[in-house]
């Protein structure tokens, strides 16, 4: 039913609601790793809190519910007008137009600098090591697991610099099957401090 609406909606000339959203001057893009926020809308919030970015930069996107601000860096996917998953870009590896995030960047209540020049290295040093480690011939991912199972999955070149960070919700790793493809030998959930 949603494809034939969307189809409808093509068909019509219907525009998506965030079409018409007013970007806020001098509205400051944040990621908060320690709410796991961007620009202030957590995983499950309403996706019309983002309206101070303005209307999203890709209507292509936009019908597949990907929200992409390819000027700031910033790709959100939306679900029943919730905030789904988010991600943010420093090296454009898809080849998609994303311009490196140089928002704020906050964690413990304190600015960390986060760019396409940070180490895994460096990364486990302010935010510890993660739940799990994959790396194949193209890129490293770390596996960060929080409460509620909210997951980090932070992408590095093969020579070490930061690609993105992706905040999603339910965690990839909770799945046996994903876990097994990755070859994950740790027990699930993963402790908690």
Not at 12 to 40: N, V, Y
Not at 81 to 109: C, H, M, Q, S
Request: glycine residues 8%; proline residues 6%.
């Amino acid at each position: 039913m949603g494809a034939i609406l969307k189809l409808f909606d093509r068909i019509l000339g219907r525009k998506h609601p965030s079409s018409s959203w007013q970007s806020m001057p001098g509205f400051e893009s944040q990621l908060d790793l320690d709410t796991h926020a961007i620009c202030r809308c957590r995983i499950g919030d309403p996706i019309e809190w983002l309206n101070p970015l303005g209307p999203p930069e890709d209507s292509r996107m936009l019908r597949e519910q990907r929200f992409c601000y390819y000027s700031i860096g910033i790709e959100i996917g939306e679900e029943d007008g919730k905030v789904a998953d988010f991600a943010v870009f420093w090296i454009d590896y898809l080849e998609a137009g994303f311009k490196p995030f140089n928002g704020l960047v906050t964690y413990r209540g304190k600015t960390v600098t986060l760019d396409s020049r940070t180490t895994e290295s460096e990364f486990g040093n302010l935010f510890g090591a993660p739940y799990w480690r994959d790396q194949d011939e193209e890129e490293i991912i770390l596996f960060y697991e929080f409460r509620g199972d909210i997951e980090w999955q932070v992408e590095f070149t093969v020579e070490g610099g930061l690609k993105a960070l992706r905040v999603v919700w339910p965690a990839l790793m909770a799945e046996a099957a994903q876990r097994e493809s990755y070859g994950v030998s740790l027990p699930w959930p993963p402790r908690r401090e």
